[in-house]
């Protein structure tokens, strides 16, 4: 038996326009027409969004915990409460992300992925595996383990990727020695490489990008600007990214990790379509400022959680964000002052048209996912929709 939701009264966000006091009616858990017109819908499940924004869910592409959990804890509570706690506050699809660790964690991990995702009904849906490292410039690992961080290996990483079929996406440095091949394999899988916690020059990013590494982790942090060597100067991956038109950016836009000036300029150079909006959250998002651990509770780092950022505890590097996504949207509108049409898509169709998964997800448009959010002028959000189906609710 069909069944129905119809969604009445709402300020519909879809990627050109607003469209006022509009009307979305889901048919088992997929879009089936969007308008502006109340249409009589028989035995549908009536919300009244009463002027609120209804809004595609939001899209997390680089996220590693939050409640208190971390995907490295390898259980499958830690994988439930983080989709949990970050569906509150908007996500509704997300991509868990490993950090630098022994491939036996790693292996443990995807394991651990697979069996959570049968059981996530409550939150954010998990849609892959983002492994992040080990394969890492030490200069730029930020807070990243340098006990774990090595060059590419080829019998390593495939061993990895015959594991399982999770994997989505891996960042790692191509300047090191045998990226290169790496992306092309990753790429021949059906696997994203990203470029993330590097020291390549502008020279070395034109060839990674044009063997597949087509994304920029979490820009500006971790990776090369402007250098010297030699006495002479190198464009490093900063300005590759701005420099190849079609390179796409990651953001963390907790205000923290990168201020007002640069999300401005990085809106104005690489425009809504190029942007993704990511967490990059650590256990401690959704959790009382203070100490905490980066990565898993047994190999993790210590760090303290302060005036809304992780740091190291000698604060010499932060060390991951506390951002949930409602948090970013705000951010970029009243920091970086976008538009809220534009805002929202860099966390929801851009963030799917990277990872492929735009013919289903990131807008409100008939065969879509009806995965939603009703929210109000402050990006609070009221409610989160996965597939048709209230999974949270502020009432």
Known sequence: MDTFLKIVNAKIITPLRIIREGTVVIKNGLIESVGNKNIEVESAIEIDAAGLYLSPGF???????????????????????????????????????????????????????????????????????????????????GAQDPRYIRNPDPAEYKEVI??????????????????????????????LPAIAHTDAVYEEVVDAFENGYTLATHFYSGMSGVMRRNGYRYAGVIESGYLIDEMDVEVIADGIHLPAPLLKLIYKIKGADHIALITDAMRAAGMPEGDSILGGLATGLKVVVDQGVAWLPDRSSFAGSVATADRLVRNMIHLAEVTLTDAIKMISLTPARIMSIDDRKGSIAAGKDADLLLFDQDIQIHKTIVKGRVIYSSE
Request: proline share 3%.
């Open 59 to 141: 899209i997390d592409l680089h996220i590693h915990g939050g409640g208190g959990a971390d995907f490295m804890d390898g259980t499958e509570e830690a994988f439930l409460t983080i989709a949990e706690t970050h569906a509150r506050y908007g996500t509704t699809a997300l991509y868990p992300t490993t950090l630098t660790s022994e491939k036996r964690d790693l292996l443990e991990t995807l394991e651990t992925f697979e069996r959570a995702t049968k059981k996530n009904t409550n939150g954010a849906q998990l849609m892959g595996m983002h492994l992040e490292g080990p394969y890492f410039a030490m200069n730029q690992r």
């Open 162 to 191: 015959e594991a399982s079929s999770s994997i989505k996406r891996w960042s790692s440095a191509p300047e090191l020695e045998g990226a290169i091949e790496m992306g092309r394999f990753l790429s021949s899988k059906g696997i």
